[in-house]
Structure formats: C-alpha cells, structure tokens
C-alpha cells in the first residue's frame, strides 16, 4: 500500500488535478475512570510514550503533570502530540472518554487508578488527517492503512506543494528497471540506440514508470524500451522506440504479462515482432472481435473496430490497420496508403461476388498486407486483384483461397507470399496474369489448383508478359491438368527453384532455362 499510494503521488505532480483521501480508519477508544488515590504516583503509556502524573491530596483536587504542562487533565491526552485525538474531554474523578482516530493504540497504566480500559475497533466515519506529520504518527498511518482499513480509493487531494519521483535520476547506458525505480531519465548524447528493459509485469503489477529523454537527442539516439521475455506492451507490442528529442512514455504494470501505455510524447513507436519492424502508435487502427465500430478510434488499441470495412473507413494514410484473431467478412479493403496485418489466427472472407478481398479498382495503390491471416474468397470472384498500372501492392498471408482466380494481375507491380494459394475447387487458374505491363513476383509459396480439368494450371498468362519472377515456390495441379504453367507465350524467370507436379506448356518460356524446374509426381 505504501508504495502504490507514494508512486501514486508521484504521478501527481506530472498531471495535475486535485484528488482526496477516504479511508475507513481504526478508531481507539480510551475510558478511564479517574480516582487514584492520594499522594500516589500514576502514568499512561501510549505506544511505549509515557506521561507521568503526581496526584493532588485528594481525589477531587487537580491532578498536574511532572511537565507542569497545565493544571488540567485533559493534558494528559493532549500531551500525546503525536495521535490525532477526537473528543477530548476528561473530568477530574469520572468516567473519561478519549477517542484517538485512525491508531491502533497499546495503552499501559502506571500506578493506582480506579480503572483504565480500551477497545479498538474499525470504524465506519471518514477521518481527516493530523499534518504535519511526525515520523511517528506516518509511520503508524502506513501500517494501519495496509492492515486495517476497508476501503483504499483515492478521488480527491489537493497539493500546495510538489512531491519528489523516487528512481533513478539519469542512465547513460543500458539499464534493466527495478522495482524501486519510478522516474528515469535517459542520457541520449552519448549512446546511440540505448536499450531499456522492464521488469517483469508480474513483480511491478500497479507499478507506475515514467521514461524521459533528458538528453536531448532521441531523435538521433534512440530510446529502445523491452519487457521481459513474454511480456507485452498494450498486449501486443514487443517494444517501443522513442525517436523525438526529449520525448517519453508512462507505462503502467496490469499485473501476469502485460504492460500498459498510459501517455507518450511525439515519435513512440510500437515493435509487433510478426510485424517485422515499429509502427507509430499514432497511425495505428485496430480491428478485434470485441471491438465496436461505433467506440472504435484510432491509435488506441483498447478501441478496436469490429469489422475490417469500419477501420478502413477510419484509417488514413500512412497508417496500419491490425487484425486481431477471429473470423471477420469484408468486401474491397483496399485503401491507398494504408497497410494491413493480420495475426495468426484471423481470417477475412470476400462477400461481395463483384469486387475482390483487395482491388484497386477504384483508383491506384500503393499497400502492403503482412503477417499470418487467411485470406479468403466465398464465391466466384477474387481474393488478391491488382489492376491498375499505378499500383504498388505487396501481400504476404498464411493462405490466400478461393476465387476465379486467387490472384489476378492485370497491371501495376504485385509481389505474393502464401503458405498456401488455392483456387476454388472448379475453375481454371489460381494465379492469373492478364497483360504484358504487370510486374509479378511470386516467392516462397505452395500454390495449388484442385480443379479435375485438363486446364487446371497453377499460374496462366493471358498476354505474353516477361516481368515474371517465381522464387522457391512448389505448384500442385490436379493430376488430370495437361500443364502447371501456360498462357499466351509468356517469360519467365525462376530464382531458387521451382518444383511441379506439371509440365510447363510449351509456349512457356523459361528466361533462366529449364534447370530451375523440377517435374516430379511425387510433388507434395
């Protein structure tokens, strides 16, 4: 408790805004009956703090203390400067009342008195607090606090004064966070691409970090921050990169894996690993299957969209639209300057029946599709359809399905990376290149055509196009298909290799001769 609520008020001072304390403290109830007898000596002890009393001649007279603090009672209880005390009131032989609030008190008595007695007990009222504070009386508030008290929330305080940010003042050179570690500044004149790692989220759980570039020179030095091995950041980043000069980050732990990005500064950009490099969390859209399309917002993951279309319409520019796990329908994603990533596990199916998964009829683009999604068709049309000259597209997916054909390039420039390309199981061409000006390459792919037809070919060409490179890549075609490749007197080149379980046709061309590619039955 004490560390949560001291890196709470530390927060405070970088945001200011009032806030208070409510608290169910202990409420310590002292009744004495006051009658000691003549001439004897009498002392109180309040958490080991004595106060000694000499009697009057009688049990009426007026009891001083050895201080001479006054001649009155009640200073026996006042002179425990250091306990809050509500309701003071002590009489000179009755029974006496004293209520110390917010203490757990462990009275002794010394002496003859008729009788002293306590009770401790929580209490339901809500208690200011005794300031200044003495080391005595802090210290005893933290311990019952953590002990005692009911309800920890904090809404209002307000602050004349600021609070110091415990850590570390500056590191220069790489530096593992600590527990203990609140404010860290970073010194980026002399290091470049100076690395910073968290802590475990589950040893900092609630713990608050603020990272600062006090040097000045992020912009050119780097700031790179790492979680633990498995950790998270906003439950997907596997780091953050702060590029602007003076720029910084708050991060607060959520406790198992995860960290979470409560503020940044100008130039934070998030690394997802499946990714392949950091994104500015700014130009970020989300998609997820808890996600509204109505709430959804930009650069907040925790405001994902529902559908892929919704983020579309949301995205700008320059921005990269994730996909999280699930199955999700769409129609023409496509959208200039703007990028997609799919994880593992998500999956879009084509409903439209007139445009595909991903054209560009509606005007160039120039957008790059990553990650481990299933790109699907659910009818007759197209998944991957690249048709205009000024178009730049590059796709690399887990499976790309379905559609008359999978991919169709009909100009422009399309590079493609599948596991898997598959047509639909009864048409003619999973891959189908229609005019001499497309630049196509193909790499690292398993393309398949299950049609039972003489034509069902793995790549077509319907024009005599010499922009074509296969890189790695095994095509499967049904074994009633005559050819694997063939078309209009297409050339070709075949980097690495290209392994078939068909012939290519004879007006075929291979521009890197016909070493390249192995013809085997046995092709799986």
Request: one cysteine or more; aromatic letters at 8%.
């Amino acid at each position: 408790m004490k560390k949560l609520f001291a890196r709470f008020i530390g927060a405070v001072v970088l945001s200011v805004f009032p806030f208070g304390l409510h608290a169910a403290l202990v409420t310590y109830t002292v009744t004495i009956t006051n009658t000691p007898l003549p001439g004897a000596g009498t002392n109180l002890t309040v958490n080991g703090i004595t106060r000694n009393w000499t009697n009057a001649a009688s049990t009426t007279g007026i009891q001083t203390n050895s201080a001479s603090v006054s001649a009155s009672a009640t200073n026996l209880f006042r002179s425990w400067s250091f306990f809050p005390q509500v309701g003071v009131t002590v009489y000179q032989s009755a029974t006496n009342v004293v209520t110390f609030r917010g203490l757990d008190i462990t009275l002794a008595q010394g002496g003859t008195w008729a009788s002293v007695s306590s009770v401790s007990a929580p209490s339901t009222n809500t208690s200011a607090l005794q300031l200044p504070f003495s080391a005595a009386y802090a210290s005893q508030l933290w311990t019952n606090l953590d002990l005692l008290s009911s309800n920890r929330g904090l809404s209002k305080i307000e602050l004349d004064a600021g609070f110091g940010l415990h850590g570390r003042y500056l590191v220069a050179t790489n530096y593992t966070l600590t527990t203990n570690d609140l404010y860290l500044g970073v010194d980026t004149r002399s290091n470049t691409n100076l690395i910073l790692t968290l802590p475990s989220a589950s040893n900092a759980s609630n713990l608050l970090f603020l990272i600062k570039d006090e040097g000045g020179a992020g912009g050119t030095n780097t700031i790179k921050i790492y979680p633990a091995s498995g950790d998270r950041i906003d439950t997907l980043l596997t780091n953050l990169v702060v590029s602007n000069n003076f720029g910084g980050v708050q991060l607060r732990s959520r406790g198992g894996t995860n960290w979470s990005i409560l503020a940044s500064g100008g130039g934070v950009t998030g690394g997802i690993a499946s990714s392949g490099g950091g994104v500015p969390l700014t130009n970020t859209v989300w998609v997820a299957k808890n996600g509204s399309d109505s709430t959804g917002e930009r650069g907040d993951p925790a405001k994902a969209f529902l559908t892929p279309n919704a983020a579309k319409t949301a995205s700008l520019s320059g921005d990269t639209i994730f996909v999280m796990p699930g199955a999700y329908t769409a129609t023409n994603l496509m959208k200039n300057g703007v990028n997609w990533h799919f994880f593992n596990g998500a999956s879009v199916t084509n409903t439209s029946g007139s445009v595909g998964l991903f054209d560009d009829v509606a005007g160039a683009a120039t957008t790059t599709i990553t990650g481990d999604g299933d790109l699907w068709d659910s009818g007759n049309y197209i998944v991957i359809y690249v048709t205009n000259s000024g178009s730049v597209v590059k796709v690399k997916a887990k499976t790309i399905a379905g559609g008359n054909p999978a991919v169709d390039g009909g100009a422009g420039s399309l590079t493609v990376e599948a596991e898997r390309i598959e047509g639909a199981s009864d048409t003619g061409n999973t891959i189908l290149i229609e005019d001499t000006g497309v630049t196509f390459t193909l790499n690292r792919s398993r393309v398949v055509n299950t049609w039972a037809n003489a034509n069902s070919r793995c790549l077509a060409f319907a024009a005599a196009n010499t922009n074509t490179v296969i890189r790695d890549c095994v095509f499967i075609s049904n074994t009633t298909a005559t050819n694997s490749i063939n078309g209009s007197t297409p050339s070709l080149r075949i980097y690495g290799s290209l392994m078939s379980n068909r012939t290519n046709g004879p007006a075929v061309t291979l521009l890197t001769g016909a070493s390249r590619f192995e013809v085997s039955d046995d092709v799986r």
